[in-house]
């Protein structure tokens, strides 16, 4: 009888534990939605697709967009790993704020303005480069 209390109530709590990893699961995937990150992956898509043959690149972008839905579902692992839920569900309240909404809306400035001033660092760094394989 013991045995069978103890299956129970093993059961009881697995099932717990398996319901709130789905709700942490269901936050993180919300965060990643709200924060913007979501958003930059799709503007890196765009700028994949580019690299593809015009005839070609209506199938890719539906092939790459289905296999970004894994990396985004991998990356909400890693949000589980490295925050609690608490943590992510505090980032949710900042991104349902104004403050965090206007963050969120800025995604794609963003991430353009970073990939001008990313380049244009680089090609200053060419230049440093050169000074010192130059020797």
């Known amino acids: 009888m013991k045995k069978v209390l103890l299956a129970v109530a ?11 990893n789905a709700a942490f699961k269901a936050d993180a995937l919300k965060l990643l939605n709200i924060s913007g990150a979501t958003t930059q992956f799709e503007l890196a898509v765009g700028q994949i697709v580019k690299n593809v ?3 070609k690149q209506a199938d ?3 092939d790459l967009s289905e296999s970004l839905k894994g990396l985004i579902d991998k990356i909400a692992d890693v949000y ?9 569900k505090q980032m ?3 991104y349902e704020s104004p403050i965090g909404k206007k963050q969120a809306s ?4 963003l991430f353009e303005k970073g990939q001008q001033a990313g380049q244009e660092w ?8 050169m000074k010192y394989m130059g020797e």
């Not at 589980?80 to 992510?88: R, S």
């Not at 800025?106 to 400035?109: I, L, N, Q």
């Open 53 to 55: 043959p015009a005839e």
């Open 106 to 109: 800025k995604t794609a400035v």
């Open 60 to 62: 890719f972008k539906k």
């Open 122 to 129: 680089a090609m200053g760094l060419q230049s440093i480069m």
């Open 10 to 20: 093993f059961m009881f709590v697995a099932q717990f534990a398996m319901a709130q």
């Open 92 to 94: 949710i309240k900042y």
């Open 80 to 88: 589980m790993v490295e925050f609690t839920h608490d943590d992510v």
